[in-house]
């Protein structure tokens, strides 16, 4: 990612830890940490893309 610019996009595959399917329903906590500080709640919400692909689209500030 670029430091300190919106407008990105991190896409993640959520799988599941009970029998290792795509996860496709629900509402991830994404979590984000900066520059290895306190990990804290992500501000915008995960989407999913499909077959258990989802996207995160971080503020500018969460890329600082």
Request: proline share 3%; net charge negative.
């Amino acid at each position: 990612m670029k430091k300190n610019e919106g407008g990105q996009v991190v896409a993640f595959q959520a799988v599941s830890a009970t029998d290792g399917s795509a996860v496709t329903t629900g509402s991830p906590t994404v979590y984000v940490t900066i520059d290895g500080g306190t990990q804290a709640s992500g501000t915008n919400t995960a989407i999913h893309e499909g077959q258990g692909v989802w996207s995160y689209a971080p503020t500018q500030a969460e890329t600082n």
